[in-house]
Structures are given as structure tokens and as C-alpha cells.
């Protein structure tokens, strides 16, 4: 794309089930990029390709595809909605440029919804909002814009008005150009008229038109002082106004559609292309030196050295290993060598690529804004940066959530371990929020994930994908240990071996913290403990860190501060002072109170009203605290927070107790210091003794 004011990098995020993948196949169809079209139901849609996403309905991983809209090239990518995939939403989110969030006409604002809109928060993303299902029974787009402002804390501006209401819905009425838009009923969408507006909808069109003009004026003082001069603003200016507003996170433009049955879906292209930015309309990207360590910076611009970000790896069993990237500016080209400025490292690239999803296309480069695949980098991961060899900069890595859940995993025959090893390797390096290990004790082979879900399709992926078929174990926790108050330690580690000894000395102050890295200080002299020494303090801190007293799980919220040591001029050495610091620190951990801490989850059930009471109660012994009820419909909606541990087998509970009417969604929140009681009894589960008389 060499007019990268023609080119827009977008994503589309929701909840679970709100109609991403049926969006974007209705998407792909009406650009001609694919020439059937799929439906989730169905298993054949274009971007769910993958055999499990296919036979659960359900999006798993991202998927990148691109297609041409009225002059303009879209990379577009479509995103699970699921929480325990949160992690390729959050990745997604890092390169694109706008994203379109679709939102249910019925239910309006969702759990995932607040958690996608966060994450886009974070990254500064411009936004544009589809209400989906506007033929439903119930739906309501005064409602769900009502919803996007209380709990998106937004400020939605509807660019239409619905004609039709539920299965009554059949187009949309264009504010700002003032057209009708009105699709027939059983086609595949590109059976429509553009009329001018039906009488009966012209005092709500006026209405809806004068508040955006307001809107506008208020968030724009150029769109302010023609609108005390004039007393509106034409159609170009409306657009421009509204553009600049969208992409500086001002407002958010809102468009009514029906993707199931095709409706409203050129106005939706249409306003991608008109209110999304292009890579021109983006800052620079800044990003550090790593030589220097300054901040250097980056246009949007072929002609500038490369800097690319790798935001997805994934192993393809006919292309080898695929690094999704974005580039930033330069030219990323085949055949050359290139920096990650992460490792340090030499790459080369092999083969660029287009993606569409699980078909790819070769081309000779990829340039400034493109989104696209490169075959060849070996040593080259999730959020690392590539980088011209003369032109260094490193960008600002993607934080991934740690797991919350594990389960064991044992091969049926001791032949097919380093299968199966490889295989995981292969996932944890695909997925940033898996992980594996085996446990020192036990010997066993342990999964960590998000959530049931991620760790069931892991084992399905390698039963399917492999012939890997694993037994695995009950899910368990992934507790975290802390400690509850401060101590002061002493580490000595001497040797003696008759010639050249070993000899490290530290005292640490260890404390609780809220902060999520670890604080490390050390105020101590240079006659106490020489600077070459510090560094190798704070490995052997973290190495103690690894393990903690209770259950062996990794210890958090854990402050350090060296308050006094000695060294020896012949004997000192850094393995001395690693080890002295990682003595200190487990005789710490065993001093000051330790605790463990649980996964709290954000909870959100809807149930029938009937069925309330007995929801309410089962949620009460399972230790949730209940923060909202909400009548949505004529359901009610519950809100908690939720013990992780307390929630296995759910949704077993829920079907049983509600007839199967009953639905829930879970994310991670937060992690809390387990009850005294309840600490005991899994420390009882897992040991056979309570942790106090070891």
C-alpha cells in the first residue's frame, strides 16, 4: 500500500458470542474478499480455521485478513471474545490502529466488553461502536447506548437511527448524509436502497443530528466557533469534526447493524474507512536506544529505518514458524538480515507474507503500516523488536496476565515424551499465558493457563493435532505465597577448599508491597559490599522468590532492601553474594508471617428472575461476595467476585439449577490473601499436614 492515507489497521473485540466473526464474514464477503459465505453455526466461516474454533463456535486466536473498500486497503483482525484468550486481544491491541467493538442491542455493555474496552484504554486505541443483533427481540440502541456510557464511561454518538425495531429492523437512516439506507429480507446483503428519509423518522433524524452537531462543538473549538457563526455545520464538516474527535478518543461514533442477516453493513465499512486513522493520523512511535539507552523515535514512513514489533509467533506445520509483525517504518524485505533488538540477535528473513486468515501470499517486502508474516526468524518471540543493524530501538514490550490454573499432563507411553515436550514448547511459545514445567517433587508434567477452557483446547490440540492422547489431572489453582509483615535476615555462604575460598555476607530487610515489581534497594557503602556485588544480590533474591515455604508456589508482593554484609578481598565472589542473598531470603519467607494468596475472579451471571434465590445461594457457599443485582430484561444480572478455586465445575451447577437457562462469565481481578481456615485446608489437600508443623 503505498498511500498510507488509504490504509487503515483495525481490529474487531467484543464479548463472547456478541457477533465478531459473523461481522467480519459479512465484511469479507460484501469487499469480494471471499465469495461464500461462512457462519459460526455452520463451523466454515473464514477466520475461525481452526479445527477446535470450527466445532465449539467459538474464536480461539486472532486472525489477520485484508480487503478493499472504496479505494482504501483494511488489514483487519478478528479477536476471541472469551476471557481465558484475553491474551490475543491484548497483542492485537498493541499494533492496531482502531478497532471496531461490537456490542449486543440486547444485553449492551458485557463483562468482556469492559475488559476489551480497558485493554483499548491502555493503548490509546480510537474506537468505533457496533450494535449488533438490532433485529432481535429486545434490542434497543437507546438502551445500549445508555450502557456504553455508564459503564464504558464513554461518549457514544449514534451516526444513525434504526428504521424498524427487532425483527421489525430493516435499515438505517444516515444522520450526517441524511439517506436511507434499506436492505431486503433473505439476501446476502447487497440487495439495498438508498432513499431519502421516511417522514416518519425526520423529528428523531433532526435530533439525533443536532446532538452530534453539539457534541461536536464541544469537544472542538474550531466546530464550536463555526457553530456560533453559522448555527450548524455542513456535511464535510460533521466528518471532519467527528474524525478528529474519534481518533483523539473524544467521542465514539456508534452505527446500528444485523451482521446475521446482513444488514447495515456498507455504512459500517464505510465509516471504518471515513473515521478510523490511517498509520499518517498515528504519533511516531518512541522506543529506547539499547546501546544508549535514549529515547529515539520513529515516523510512519518507508523511507525511515525499519522498526517492526513481532506481536504473534505460531507454528505452522507446513511453513515452519510464522512471526505475525507490524511494521512501524522502513521496509521489512525478504532476502535481507536484520536486528531483534531484544535478544541482540541476527535475523534473517526467509519469505514475506499477506495473511487472509490461513491462506498467506507472498511478497517481496512488507512496508511502513502493514500488518503481515515473516517465515525465517528463529529466535525471534511475542513482543520483540526488529530493527535495522545500523539504526538500533527497542519498543516497549506486551505484558501478558500470568495463569491462573493448572492441571497435570502425563504421555500414555514414556515413547512419547519429547513429543509431547516439544509440542508444548511449541504452544507456550505460540501463547504467552500458557506455561509449563515439571514439579521438582512430584516429577509430574504441569500446564498452567487462563482458565478450564484454554487448558481443555490445549489438550484437544494435541490429541487432534498430534496423536498425543495425555492423560491429565484434576485443575488445580495457581496460588501465589506473599508475606504479612517485615523481618530482618542475615546470609552468609563460606567455603573453605584449601586454596582460593568462597565468601558472601548480607543482611536484608524484607517487607510487604502492593507494588507489582519487586522494590530492591541497597544502602549499604562500597567497604561493606562492592557495586560488582549488587547485582548478583538481587538474582539471589529472585531466585528464592521462585519457590515459597508454604506449597513451593512463586512468592509475590515481596519488598528487599540490603541493609548491611561484609566481604572478604580474596574470597568474595558473585556466586558467593548470589547465594548468601538467596539464604537470607528463604530464612525471610520463613520468618515473616508467610501467606498464600488466592486468584479472585470478576463474576457475572444472568439468570431468569425465578431462579434467583437459589443462585444467590449457591454463590454464598461457594465464598463469592456478591457486589450488584441488575434487572436486565427479564433476567437479572449478578455480579461478584468470585475465589477461583471455588468456581471448578460451575457451569455444571448453573445448567442444573436454572434448567440450562442460566449463563455466567468469569475474568481474573485480582489476587487476595486466602482465609486463615481455608489456607489450612488446602495446605491439609496438598501436604497431608498443616503447613505450620513442617
Excluded at 514414556?414 to 506455561?435: G, H, I
Excluded at 519487586?518 to 521462585?546: C, R, S, T, W
Aim: aromatic letters at 6%; proline letters at 5%.
Amino acid at each position: 500500500m503505498n498511500n498510507l492515507e488509504k490504509l487503515r489497521n483495525i481490529g474487531i473485540i467484543a464479548h463472547i458470542d456478541a457477533g465478531k466473526t459473523t461481522t467480519t464474514e459479512r465484511i469479507l464477503y460484501l469487499t469480494g474478499r471471499i465469495h461464500r459465505m461462512g457462519n459460526v453455526d455452520d463451523g466454515n466461516t473464514t477466520t475461525d480455521y481452526m479445527d477446535q474454533e470450527r466445532e465449539r463456535g467459538i474464536t480461539i486466536v486472532s486472525a489477520a485478513t485484508a480487503f478493499d473498500w472504496n479505494g482504501f486497503r483494511v488489514n483487519l483482525i478478528d479477536t476471541p471474545g472469551h476471557v481465558d484468550f484475553t491474551a490475543e486481544v491484548e497483542r492485537s491491541l498493541r499494533v492496531l490502529d482502531g478497532v471496531v467493538i461490537v456490542v449486543c442491542g440486547v444485553a449492551g455493555v458485557q463483562p468482556q466488553t469492559e475488559t476489551v474496552w480497558r485493554q483499548a484504554d491502555k493503548y490509546s486505541v480510537p474506537r468505533i461502536i457496533s450494535v449488533n443483533k438490532m433485529d432481535r427481540v429486545g434490542a434497543n440502541l437507546e438502551n445500549a447506548i445508555q450502557t456504553i456510557r455508564e459503564k464504558l464511561g464513554a461518549n457514544p454518538i449514534p451516526m444513525q437511527v434504526p428504521i424498524g425495531v427487532e425483527d421489525g429492523f430493516r435499515g438505517v437512516v444516515d444522520v450526517i448524509s441524511d439517506i436511507a439506507y434499506i436492505w431486503g429480507d433473505d439476501t446476502d446483503g447487497t440487495d439495498f436502497v438508498i432513499t431519502e428519509v421516511p417522514e416518519e423518522f425526520r423529528d428523531t433524524v433532526d435530533l439525533t443530528k443536532s446532538q452530534l452537531i453539539e457534541a461536536l462543538a464541544e469537544t472542538d473549538e474550531d466546530a464550536l466557533s463555526i457553530f456560533i457563526e453559522k448555527g450548524t455545520l455542513t456535511k464535510d464538516q460533521i466528518m471532519h469534526f467527528l474524525r478528529r474527535a474519534c481518533i483523539k478518543g473524544l467521542l465514539v461514533p456508534v452505527v446500528c447493524t444485523s451482521a446475521y442477516k446482513y444488514k447495515g453493513m456498507q455504512p459500517l465499512l464505510t465509516a471504518i474507512t471515513d473515521y478510523m486513522p490511517s498509520p499518517l493520523d498515528i504519533p511516531p512511535v518512541k522506543g529506547i536506544n539499547p546501546a544508549t539507552k535514549e529515547e529515539v523515535e520513529r515516523k510512519h514512513d518507508p523511507s525511515e529505518p525499519l522498526c517492526a514489533l513481532v506481536f504473534k509467533v505460531v507454528t505452522d506445520k507446513y511453513l515452519g514458524t510464522l512471526s505475525y509483525v507490524r511494521v512501524y517504518s522502513g521496509e521489512l524485505c525478504t532476502a535481507t538480515h536484520i536486528t531483534n533488538a531484544t535478544t541482540g540477535k541476527k535475523e534473517r528473513v526467509m519469505r514475506c507474507l499477506h495473511l487472509f486468515a490461513d491462506h498467506r501470499e507472498d511478497v517481496p517486502k512488507l512496508v511502513a503500516g502493514d500488518i503481515g508474516g515473516v517465515l525465517g526468524l528463529k529466535n525471534s518471540h511475542t513482543g520483540n523488536t526488529l530493527h535495522d543493524p545500523s539504526k538500533p530501538i527497542s519498543l516497549e514490550q506486551v505484558n501478558f496476565p500470568d495463569p491462573v490454573i493448572s492441571e497435570t499432563v502425563e504421555p500414555k507411553t514414556r515413547q512419547e515424551l519429547d513429543k509431547v515436550v516439544k509440542v508444548l514448547n511449541n504452544y507456550a511459545m505460540e501463547d504467552p499465558t500458557f506455561t509449563f514445567h515439571t514439579d521438582d517433587e512430584s516429577g509430574e508434567m504441569v500446564i498452567s493457563g487462563m482458565g478450564e477452557l484454554h487448558l481443555d483446547i490445549i489438550v484437544t490440540r494435541m490429541k487432534l493435532d498430534h496423536d498425543l492422547d495425555v492423560r491429565t489431572g484434576q485443575p488445580r489453582v495457581a496460588y501465589k505465597e506473599t508475606i504479612s509483615k517485615v523481618v530482618k535476615t542475615k546470609g552468609r555462604y563460606v567455603k573453605q577448599t584449601g586454596g582460593k575460598g568462597q565468601y558472601g555476607d548480607v543482611t536484608l530487610k524484607v517487607y510487604p508491597t502492593e507494588e507489582k515489581d519487586m522494590p530492591f534497594e541497597i544502602n549499604v557503602g562500597q567497604d561493606k559490599i562492592p557495586e560488582i556485588y549488587h547485582k548478583h544480590i538481587k538474582l539471589g533474591v529472585e531466585d528464592a522468590l521462585v519457590s515459597g515455604t508454604i506449597l513451593g508456589y512463586p512468592v509475590i508482593g515481596i519488598g528487599v532492601e540490603v541493609i548491611d554484609g561484609s566481604f572478604h578481598e580474596v574470597d568474595s565472589s558473585v556466586i558467593a553474594f548470589r547465594q548468601a542473598a538467596s539464604i537470607a531470603t528463604r530464612d525471610a519467607l520463613k520468618k515473616a508471617d508467610p501467606m498464600l494468596l488466592e486468584p479472585i475472579m470478576r463474576l457475572q451471571v444472568v439468570v431468569p428472575d425465578e431462579y434467583l434465590g437459589d443462585v444467590m445461594a449457591g454463590l454464598n457457599k461457594r465464598r463469592c461476595k456478591v457486589q450488584s443485582v441488575d434487572l436486565q430484561g427479564k433476567s437479572q444480572v449478578i455480579s461478584a467476585h468470585a475465589p477461583l478455586s471455588e468456581m471448578f465445575g460451575y457451569a455444571t451447577y448453573l445448567r442444573s439449577a436454572t434448567q440450562g437457562r442460566g449463563t455466567y462469565t468469569m475474568e481474573f481481578l485480582k489476587m487476595k490473601i486466602m482465609p486463615p481456615d481455608i489456607m489450612e485446608k488446602v495446605v491439609l489437600s496438598v501436604r497431608g499436614v498443616p503447613w505450620q508443623q513442617h
